[in-house]
């Protein structure tokens, strides 16, 4: 397909999803409809239906029925596919039936047997949740530098990162700090003192483990709990045989095994890791000696104690240490007419350990196929230092802006000198415990859940920070008798906070004569002992498909999500507590819809959602690079506004890509201050991402596969200025990767050499990270000339770079 065709096909694509809706009715039409099952005669849900030669097509519903309403002739022939089964053709003749104009005809599909682990990003929808699937298979084919599974978390609609190092995201205007990960129903937490997406390592999430991933974006149920943002919902497989996989790349490799006991009742799934992006970091602008070391074990048993009763336990320990000896730095910055160059010479090193641990045990009983109830015991723990002496000798040069000089781009003179000495000694312990209760009875029409959570935390860090500069021989501030340090955060805390939780919610369905529609609502109640607050946050949604356009669906949402401090947010930007920090509010609006169409007989989806967010009792923050530090006060009021529309589908045949567009704004209005609403530090209007999948026509053992993401600039501003902190915007965030692949083995196609008969598939990837090698901006640094003008010098992200990967599943 060339580049070309491809932008034809996508601009055809976008035109006939907003503009496409044309039904067919009328006295000279017939009707079909049956139900698709799989080879157990199980119903299968979301198999696209394609009338052959034609725009028209249908979806299978839950019960895995279909309807069809064309224009009579003699021959039909229909094109189902679904993810997981093999793509079938059935040619109907309206001769053979004794009444031709309502035909019943019933399908059955095959599973097919998976390629090296082929993903088809196909977001499949639950209406009454407003919840996104995502296939998790996706992660092993995404050309993503940081390998974490939140890489596709980072596709969605609503979802902005500018930082390739790191798995945080940010969601709708939210920060890091906003976005809920339950993994089997259990919280997940992250490390608090990182600041820098060099020393994230490993996020909790193996993708080696996962069978199932939901995501929302806003408007999410009451089940889920305290956050401003978005909730990320993982399951980890429970398995059926035993199975295992390998990986091995330039950055490190994954090794995981499972199965389950000769009489099924135990079942056991771990995954070993192990990272390090030296290979990456040294594509950054300071050369030093990098060393980072990432690794992790990850374990989760089930035990079907009898037929209603399972018992399971998640376990992981991590450790992520990150080590550096920085040598030399030099940055070029400015435009042609004002050039300037920094360079530091540096001595010292920085040493940082994050480890941590997380254990939940679960009992979960089912006697039916209604009711279902779990008691959870969960605890984290953390443990982390952050420590660093590092001194930095600058010399900040005005570079020769003449195009026709023979010293075009050289230093031509010294417009500042000095010497900086960067100090830290962070420690932090932090110890989570919890015990949850939930439970689920689900009718006909009704889905009932309700829940209760008690949750003791103990935190405590002690934060020795400061640095002192020295710029011309004077130390900044300059006082004449002393030598002062230019930042200094002293600070030892410790907080024991408790808190108690409960929700329910019920969603009820109805099939109207006009369409079907789900109404969910529920409720949600926290208590925060620390600060004495009690919250109540409802929560409501409703879901509509017309009788007449099975194709198309409606979702409104809204609610009230709110979010109590838990560490960060009671600490200001001097690292004081301030316990009567309360929690930060928000009302959710999000009306969207989903469009299903039918294109070169093949399946296609758009999707668009608006939405507006209100926010008020809001703590202010400051993010440097991945760091953010809070005010520690409930001092401003706020709002996000915007709109996503994403279109996804085969445009290469059996492979899904697609396309993503968010307009987002987002402001807050700081109490005291003199210029009224100003840019939230997560302001970034534009995102645009694209994620294209194509194969050699002739050899489908060939894949390429495109990631392509833009983002507009975000607000920034001088340190120290509460005005004007997003009076200035760091340049647009542009990054391609690509990956290229071939299967060596598959499922269908095994090794005649007896020492790779054992391999379920065999598959190798050549990976460039950051194609176009561009330098994307994620921080600043604030340098002073001899007349004490302040320069903001960009602090680069990685540069272009290979990887080379080998994957395995036995």
Not at 91 to 107: A, G, L
Not at 325 to 335: A, D, L
Not at 554 to 559: K, L, T, V
């Amino acid at each position: 397909m060339t580049k070309n065709h491809f932008r034809y096909r996508l601009l055809v694509i976008s035109c006939i999803s907003l503009l496409y809706g044309n039904f067919v009715y009328g006295q000279n039409s017939i009707k079909i409809s049956g139900y698709v099952h799989d080879e157990n005669g199980l119903p299968i849900e979301e198999v696209n239906i394609a009338v052959k030669n034609t725009t028209l097509g249908a979806r299978s519903s839950s019960s895995g029925f279909y309807q069809l309403v064309l224009k009579s002739q003699e021959n039909y022939t229909l094109a189902l596919s679904r993810v997981g089964y093999k793509r079938v053709e059935r040619t109907i003749k309206s001769s053979d039936y004794r009444n031709p104009d309502n035909i019943r005809y019933d399908i059955t599909l095959e599973k097919s047997v998976e390629s090296l682990r082929e993903a088809v990003i196909r977001p499949d929808r639950d209406p009454g949740a407003n919840l996104t699937r995502i296939d998790p298979k996706l992660v092993f084919i995404l050309p993503d530098p940081s390998g974490n599974f939140e890489g596709i978390v980072k596709k969605m609609t609503g979802v902005s990162s500018s930082n390739e190092l790191s798995s945080q995201y940010s969601v709708r205007g939210g920060n890091f700090d906003e976005n809920l990960v339950y993994v089997n129903d259990i919280e997940i937490y992250r490390p608090f003192l990182v600041r820098s997406g060099q020393q994230e390592g490993l996020s909790f999430i193996n993708p080696d483990l996962v069978g199932s991933v939901l995501f929302s974006s806003g408007g999410f149920e009451a089940r889920y709990g305290d956050k401003l943002s978005s909730v990320l919902d993982i399951r980890y497989r429970k398995p059926t045989e035993f199975a295992g996989s390998a990986s091995m790349s330039l950055m490190g490799g994954t090794f995981h095994v499972e199965g389950i006991s000769s009489d099924k009742r135990l079942s056991y799934i771990t995954g070993v890791r192990y990272k390090t992006n030296k290979y990456l970091l040294n594509s950054l602008e300071t050369e030093g000696n990098y060393d980072p070391r990432f690794a992790d074990i990850q374990t989760y048993l089930t035990y079907d104690l009898t037929p209603d009763w399972e018992l399971s336990f998640l376990g992981n320990i991590s450790n992520n240490q990150y080590d550096f000896k920085p040598e030399y730095r030099v940055t070029s910055f400015g435009v042609v007419k004002d050039a300037k160059q920094l360079e530091i010479w540096f001595d010292g090193k920085e040493r940082d350990l994050f480890t941590t641990y997380m254990g939940a045990a679960t009992a979960a009983y089912k006697p039916n196929d209604k009711l279902e109830m779990k008691w959870i015991v969960s605890g984290f723990r953390t443990q982390e230092s952050e420590s660093f002496d590092i001194q930095g000798q600058y010399a900040l040069n005005e570079l020769d802006n003449s195009l026709n000089s023979s010293t075009y781009a050289d230093s031509i003179m010294n417009i500042g000198v000095g010497t900086y000495i960067d100090h830290a000694r962070n420690k932090l312990n932090a110890n989570v415990f919890s015990f949850d209760y939930k439970g689920s009875y689900q009718s006909s029409l009704n889905n009932l859940q309700w829940g209760a959570r008690i949750q003791h935390s103990s935190i405590s860090d002690n934060i020795e920070e400061w640095m002192m500069l020295d710029s011309a021989g004077y130390s900044l501030p300059y006082t004449d008798s002393l030598v002062n340090l230019s930042n200094t955060h002293f600070a030892r805390t410790s907080l024991e906070p408790n808190q108690v939780n409960g929700y329910i919610s019920d969603s009820w369905e109805k099939q109207l004569k006009k369409g079907r529609i789900i109404v969910t609502g529920g409720i949600r109640s926290t208590y925060t002992d620390i600060n004495n607050e009690f919250l109540v946050s409802p929560r409501t949604s409703i879901a509509y498909q017309p009788a007449d356009k099975n194709d198309l669906q409606f979702r409104f949402s809204a609610g009230s999500y709110n979010q109590p401090a838990f560490f960060k947010e009671f600490r200001d930007l001097s690292g004081q507590i301030h316990p009567d920090v309360k929690a930060q509010k928000s009302m959710h609006f999000v009306f969207g819809t989903d469009y299903y169409f039918i294109t070169w007989d093949r399946p296609f989806k758009f999707t668009t959602e608006l939405y507006y967010k209100y926010l008020w009792d809001l703590v202010p923050y400051e993010v440097d690079n991945v760091r953010i530090r809070y005010y520690g006060s409930n001092c401003a009021t706020g709002y996000a506004a915007g709109f996503d529309l994403k279109v996804n589908g085969e445009f290469v045949p059996g492979i899904d890509s697609w396309a993503n567009l968010s307009i987002m704004k987002t402001q807050e209005d700081i109490e005291g201050d003199t210029v009224g609403y100003i840019a939230r530090p997560t302001d970034q209007r534009v995102n645009v991402s694209l994620f294209f999948q194509d194969y050699l026509p002739n050899n489908k053992d060939y894949k390429a596969h495109l990631n392509l993401q833009f983002g507009s600039r975000l607000p920034f501003g001088p340190p120290g200025s509460q005005t004007l902190k997003s009076s200035l915007r760091i340049p647009p965030y542009r990054r391609v990767d690509i990956g290229f692949s071939k299967v060596l083995i598959d499922g269908n196609k095994k090794s005649a050499k007896k020492y790779l008969k054992n391999f379920n598939s065999l598959w190798i990837s050549l990976e460039v990270f950051n194609l176009l090698d561009i330098n994307n901006t994620i921080s600043h640094i604030w340098i002073s000339d001899i007349n004490n003008r302040q320069y903001a010098v960009p602090n680069y992200l990685t540069g272009r770079r290979l990887n080379l990967k080998l994957q395995a599943t036995f």
